[in-house]
């Protein structure tokens, strides 16, 4: 699965296994409409292993802890279950110890779906994924919401009260003698300044979504902005526009602009290249192969129908590579610029500042959230493939 995209489920009794490298915490939070907890007895963890319809199970150490819910059992007025992880060592983020949940059918153990939170850095909780009841339905939807300030804040958000550890009362003292008073004609020498404010804390991960509601967004590597506009419609076409120019007057480079579209599960659908111009029942077109990459404006262009895509296409991934085998340090001004098809008026650029020597670099994702919007993440990482196959693993990664 993809951040976002979500499942119906199958099994009326699922088991959410949450592993990582490290041993992780893993909770369940019982949740009415308005995402609160009913008291405390609606966190279920490993000081409160079972409530009503979910319960938590162990790994000891040596296998994943789990959050299994009863669907069928979870009480009137509960519409989601969210389940959490966090670092069993104090103080550990889960940067480089990326956790990976997979939802199984509790009776069978069968795979439903699998979901790795991507790109986390310095976050100390995570809810991963919810089970949610939506139109009598029971899905399962991947979250990877992230906390800098562990477990307690998130139990904090959804209601919980989390108690705080009293502080050790001081010892009574005697109180010090008034201080003698200063003569008359000295002069008080004024208080020392204040220290500087110290910054505000950084937001929670995903606080503050960039969205189109200012017009153009020019995105920053791995920043995200979401397609949508205050008071319009969704966008129904885009075009997706990949540039380049040689490093060197006089050079002419061959690069290939691409799209992979994958599934919920990150599973590969489709490539659209130059040798496969259209995909996806013509819904992904691709403009041709641009041989020099000399001339103004865009050297590649990908039309994307999102109103004619299919469902199961809920993740792509736009991808240049240097065929030929030049590298990205012989590239000027590569770019990607999003604009939509129906005006084309351009609504979100990301100019790539570092190269690297690589022949294959995956610019941006396109991802369809739950609520049907679509969300672009600049990327900009650099990898060794000079065809789009080869960029189909890395971009699975990437998603």
Not at 325 to 341: E, I, M, N, S
């Amino acid at each position: 699965m993809t951040p976002g995209s979500n499942i119906p489920l199958t099994a009326a009794r699922v088991a959410v296994d949450v592993a990582a490298p490290v041993r992780l915490d893993v909770s369940g939070l019982l949740l009415t409409a308005d995402g609160k907890v009913r008291s405390d007895d609606d966190f279920i963890f490993y000081n409160q292993p079972a409530g009503p319809g979910v319960a938590y199970r162990s790994g000891n150490g040596t296998a994943p802890d789990a959050i299994t819910v009863d669907t069928s059992a979870v009480p009137a007025g509960i519409e989601k279950i969210v389940v959490t992880a966090s670092p069993d060592a104090a103080g550990q983020t889960f940067q480089g110890i990326e956790p990976t949940a997979t939802i199984r059918n509790a009776d069978d153990g069968s795979v439903l779906a699998t979901f790795t939170p991507p790109q986390l850095s310095g976050e100390t909780a995570l809810v991963i994924v919810e089970v949610y009841l939506r139109n009598g339905v029971w899905k399962a939807r991947a979250v990877g919401q992230g906390y800098t300030n562990g477990l307690a804040g998130i139990a904090t958000d959804f209601g919980v009260s989390v108690e705080e550890p009293a502080p050790a009362a001081a010892p009574v003292a005697a109180a010090p003698p008034p201080p003698p008073p200063a003569p008359v004609a000295q002069q008080q020498a004024p208080p020392p300044a204040a220290p500087p404010a110290a910054p505000p804390a950084a937001p929670p991960l995903g606080a503050g979504k960039i969205n189109l509601d200012k017009g153009r967004v020019s995105l920053q590597k791995n920043q995200t902005v979401s397609l949508v506009k205050g008071g319009r419609p969704m966008l129904s076409q885009v075009r997706m526009g990949l540039g380049w120019e040689p490093a060197y007057r006089g050079a002419d480079i061959d690069l290939d602009a691409s799209v992979i579209a994958y599934g919920p599960k990150r599973n590969h659908l489709d490539s659209c290249y130059f040798g496969k111009l259209s995909i996806l029942n013509g819904s992904i077109k691709h403009s041709g192969d641009n041989l020099t990459g000399e001339g103004a404006g865009d050297d590649e262009v990908i039309m994307v129908d999102l109103g004619r895509l299919p469902q199961e296409a809920t993740g792509l991934v736009f991808t240049v590579n240097s065929f030929s085998g030049q590298k990205f340090t012989d590239v000027a001004k590569a770019y990607c610029r999003l604009l939509d098809g129906a005006t084309g008026e351009e609504l979100v650029r990301f100019d790539l500042t570092n190269a690297e020597a690589q022949t294959g670099v995956i610019m941006c994702k396109l991802i369809r959230q739950f609520s049907g919007e679509w969300e672009m993440t600049a990327l900009g990482d650099f990898v060794k493939s000079r065809t789009v196959r080869g960029m189909v693993k890395p971009s699975a990664q990437a998603l």
